[in-house]
């Protein structure tokens, strides 16, 4: 079938991207489901700095590549063998695909497929092979969903269905920034009765971050972001203290559980400098390979510290993002919130602008 989207042709596009334009709308040609594969029409996705860094070459992926990754939609058809989910449902992508089979999926979500992860390198579903085409060439897939286009073909590993009654814009964020943030708390951070949680970065990740941890009540809820406008926001959202990185380390702000969300070395430190003695710095952000932190060895010795990466939020998709539907839908978890912007498809130049300058925390592109 013939559909429309945003396709990358070279990384490293020269800012502003309005005027460079990295992103080609172009009709495609997508193949129909193969066995254990779904066509999703999508409904809403969101723009997200895992695609910007695509986009940048922060990190490198293979071209031409349909972008897009963090998505809700309606399935339209089910390849052989899909008895699970049925035409009509909505489904949630999540960019990390898990087979179930590898020794990385026996560890409870902490450590990512390893057949997922080589998939989405090579820009392939988890089944193998393309489904996208201009003419004759193929077209890569982004994470294994490609979202910035009308529809898609994606592995039945690259979803989980919800509810009709949560809305696409709301269902969209579970699937990247609710997972990635709330299981950075939850799942890697495992805070206890009573502990603080710092959350270090109010982008996407950070605020959904935020919103899990206040959800959970333990104890405060301390965001840390340079811009004034996101402190703002974080406090709206439920902090309890919210603080320049400055105003923090000069405060002394110790918590018991610090997570870093903003992808930069700078970040890392404050995160590291803001954990108290026995607690557990989660790092959560992507930040350029070749990005180096200054680190002391005997700060954590002395204080029993705990430093732990978090890749998708150290998350079970199918498990966490139910848990995070439930608690959106009891009204605990007001993902509704983290959405800055609807825009539409031919937007999205002007978009990568707006998230690279830190403008936005969620725009989503709405079809």
């Known amino acids: 079938m013939r559909i429309r989207g945003a396709v990358l042709r070279a990384i490293g596009a020269e800012r502003p991207f309005a005027q460079s334009r990295p992103l080609?709308?172009?009709?495609?040609?997508?193949?129909?489901?193969?066995?254990?594969?779904?066509?999703?029409?999508?409904?809403?996705?969101?723009?997200?700095?895992?695609?910007?860094?695509?986009?940048?070459?922060?990190?490198?992926?293979?071209?031409?590549?349909?972008?897009?990754?963090?998505?809700?939609?309606?399935?339209?058809?089910?390849?052989?063998?899909?008895?699970?989910?049925?035409?009509?449902?909505?489904?949630?992508?999540t960019f990390l695909p898990r087979c179930g089979e590898c020794a990385a999926c026996a560890t409870d979500g902490r450590l990512p497929c390893e057949r997922g992860s080589a998939s989405n390198g090579a820009g392939e579903l988890l089944g193998g092979g393309r489904r996208l085409h201009e003419g004759a060439a193929g077209v890569h897939h982004h994470l294994g969903v490609s979202a910035f286009a009308t529809h898609a073909v994606v592995d039945r590993r690259s979803v989980v269905p919800v509810g009709d009654d949560v809305p696409p814009q709301v269902a969209a964020v579970l699937g990247c920034a609710m997972l990635t943030g709330g299981g950075a708390v939850i799942n890697a951070g495992r805070p206890a009765e009573g502990d603080d949680i710092v959350i270090v970065g109010l982008g996407g990740v950070g605020m959904a971050a935020l919103l899990a941890a206040v959800s959970l009540g333990v104890g405060r809820v301390i965001g840390v972001d340079a811009v004034p406008a996101k402190l703002d926001r974080a406090r709206e959202l439920g902090a309890h203290v919210a603080l320049s990185p400055d105003e923090a380390i000069e405060q002394g702000l110790r918590a018991p559980v610090v997570v870093e969300a903003a992808g930069h070395p700078k970040a890392f430190e404050t995160a590291l400098a803001l954990t108290a003695p026995g607690g557990t710095t989660v790092t959560v952000g992507l930040p350029h390979p070749d990005a180096r932190s200054s680190v002391s060895p005997l700060t954590l010795t002395a204080e029993a510290r705990t430093v732990i990466g978090s890749y998708l939020g150290s998350a079970v998709p199918s498990r966490d993002i139910p848990r995070y539907e439930q608690l959106w839908r009891e009204g605990r978890l007001p993902v509704e919130e983290l959405v800055t912007s609807e825009i539409a498809l031919d937007d999205l130049n002007e978009a990568l602008d707006t998230l690279a300058d830190g403008r936005a925390i969620r725009q989503v592109v709405r079809f």
């Open 24 to 93: 080609d709308l172009v009709e495609l040609e997508l193949d129909p489901p193969g066995p254990g594969e779904l066509l999703v029409r999508i409904e809403a996705a969101g723009l997200c700095h895992s695609d910007l860094s695509v986009v940048d070459g922060a990190r490198p992926r293979p071209v031409p590549m349909l972008l897009g990754h963090e998505a809700a939609g309606i399935v339209e058809a089910v390849g052989d063998g899909v008895d699970d989910v049925v035409a009509g449902q909505r489904v949630v992508t």
